[in-house]
């Protein structure tokens, strides 16, 4: 086994141990890890694969879309802000979007989607979570709670979307776990009016544990994983 591929064996295995721990400490079912690999080579991520992993993230599209295209065993999923001439693209690669933030992207991705079917690039629906912002920060990306609903509406109507839940990254000056209860709730909230079960994306390697107690379905962590990101 190379020394890199060792060094992510342990990092993985430590993370791991880790949301296992604090969801013990919680009482809460452990989260799904979602290893962000933004920066990193094609060749880290392939290893990671070696290790079982099988979904992974990114932040931004070109770099996504080369590395899908490199490495079709793996799922990648679009975390990072999307502008929407590039709907299009991430339509092909994405196996989630975790960064729906604004009706104009969800009418950007459905036609996405659709063309996406019809050239025969892409099989099933794309699902979605909505970025909720919680302080009006458009510079970071997300939907204020007050247009939440007609954005959800907007997904649920469309033919090629499936809501999968909400994601929030909490501002820098902000009460994380506040912050992650409240959209938790919003989450149960929209589960119950739709009568289907809603995931919450939340937490990165700083604020992992506040939104492991607050009831985070799925994490996602880059440098506890990953390491530091490469210089150059």
Same mark, same amino acid.
């Given at each position: ?28 079912? $452990?989260?799904? =890890?979602?290893? @962000? ?5 094609? /060749?880290?991520?392939?290893? *990671? %694969?070696? &290790?079982? #992993? ?90 204020? $709670?007050?247009? =939440?609903?007609? @954005? ?5 109507? /469309?033919?090629?979307?499936? *809501? %999968?839940? &909400?994601? #929030? ?64």
């Amino acid at each position: 086994m190379s020394d890199r591929k060792a060094q992510l064996e342990h990092n993985l295995s430590d993370t791991r141990a880790e949301i296992e721990r604090l969801a013990a400490q919680s009482g809460r079912k $452990p989260p799904q =890890l979602l290893p @962000v690999t933004k920066f990193h080579p094609a /060749a880290d991520i392939s290893l *990671l %694969a070696d &290790l079982g #992993v099988t979904d992974v993230a990114e932040n931004r599209e070109q770099e996504a879309r080369a590395k899908a295209a490199e490495l079709p065993q793996l799922r990648f999923h679009m975390i990072g802000q999307i502008q929407t001439k590039k709907a299009n693209h991430v339509a092909r690669w994405a196996a989630s979007v975790h960064s729906l933030d604004s009706l104009k992207l969800a009418h950007a991705l459905e036609r996405g989607v659709s063309l996406a079917k019809e050239r025969g690039e892409r099989e099933g629906n794309l699902p979605v979570f909505i970025q909720v912002s919680v302080d009006g920060d458009g510079a970071r990306g997300g939907v204020t $709670p007050d247009v =939440l609903d007609e @954005v959800v509406r907007a997904v649920e109507d /469309a033919q090629h979307l499936e *809501l %999968a839940g &909400l994601m #929030v990254v909490p501002p820098l000056d902000a009460d994380a776990g506040e912050v992650f209860r409240n959209v938790r709730g919003e989450v149960d909230r929209l589960s119950s009016e739709l009568n289907r079960p809603l995931k919450f994306s939340a937490g990165m390697s700083a604020d992992m544990a506040e939104a492991i107690a607050a009831g985070s379905d799925i994490v996602r962590v880059g440098t506890s994983i990953m390491g530091p990101r490469p210089v150059g």
